[in-house]
């Protein structure tokens, strides 16, 4: 059983439009993050979402919106897409106690033309 | 605000000899602190991680790492390289208490030789 899912695997899509990338963690925790990593392999914390509310949002443009419908699930809607959003973008999973570790998915590509 | 330093974004080594992988953290408060390891085209997974009690930490696939506040420091360590090690290494740090969302290093990217 995979801990930690996303869907889809790859994405290509055009500037402008719409697209949400769902994750799924079957572990029994109760955090869950979006982490994107760029071209150079730099990964960033996006969101962070402890029981469905949000508690991390990093300087990210109100284009991306985290939905968590409760807390096995942390969605990604991106509105608006541009060539800069192109990425590949991580969700984890944890424990609430700070010194847990994270879980990874598998990341989702973003292509964006 | 704590944030970590990999020291090398690639290292070569040969099948068989020492890893040393340089992470170096930035520290007001005790950090936790955590290795990586991604392979091509997949998640991070965890090798191991230190919170508190003992500075020598063990972990998966034969990797350990020692947390010395007096270096400030937290190096990867693995006494013989094998091929299937080849993967990019990211250590990371949780930057402030309260706050568990991970602040990686820069990675660095580990070649093993024939």
């Known amino acids: 059983d995979t801990a930690v899912s996303q869907t889809p695997k790859y994405l290509v899509t055009q500037m402008g439009n719409d697209k949400s990338i769902k994750c799924e963690q079957n572990?029994?925790?109760?955090?869950m993050y979006w982490y994107k990593q760029d071209s150079k392999k730099f990964l960033k914390i996006m969101f962070s979402y402890n029981n469905k509310e949000l508690i991390i949002n990093e300087t990210v443009p109100n284009r991306f919106s985290p939905k968590s419908p409760d807390k096995a699930h942390l969605n990604l809607h991106i509105n608006s897409l541009e060539l800069g959003d192109s990425a590949v973008y991580f969700c984890?999973?944890?424990?609430?106690?700070?010194?847990?570790?994270?879980?990874f998915g598998p990341g989702t590509r973003l292509t964006v033309t | 605000a704590q944030s970590v330093t990999q020291l090398g974004s690639h290292v070569s080594v040969s099948e068989g000899a020492l890893v040393l992988l340089r992470c170096n953290y930035s520290?007001?408060?005790?950090?936790?602190l955590f290795w990586y390891v991604q392979y091509p085209n997949q998640g991070l997974q965890l090798l191991l991680k230190y919170t508190t009690g003992a500075t020598l930490v063990k972990g998966i696939n034969g990797f350990e790492a020692e947390f010395k506040k007096s270096e400030t420091s937290f190096h990867l360590t693995k006494p013989s390289a094998h091929m299937s090690d080849a993967a990019e290494y990211f250590c990371?740090?949780?930057?402030?208490?309260?706050?568990?969302?991970?602040?990686f290093g820069s990675g660095t990217r580990l070649q093993v030789q024939p």
């Open positions: 990371a740090v949780i930057r402030q208490p309260g706050r568990r969302a991970l602040t």
């Open positions: 572990l029994g925790h109760d955090t």
């Open positions: 984890a999973s944890s424990q609430a106690a700070q010194g847990s570790g994270q879980y």
């Open positions: 520290s007001s408060v005790p950090p936790y």
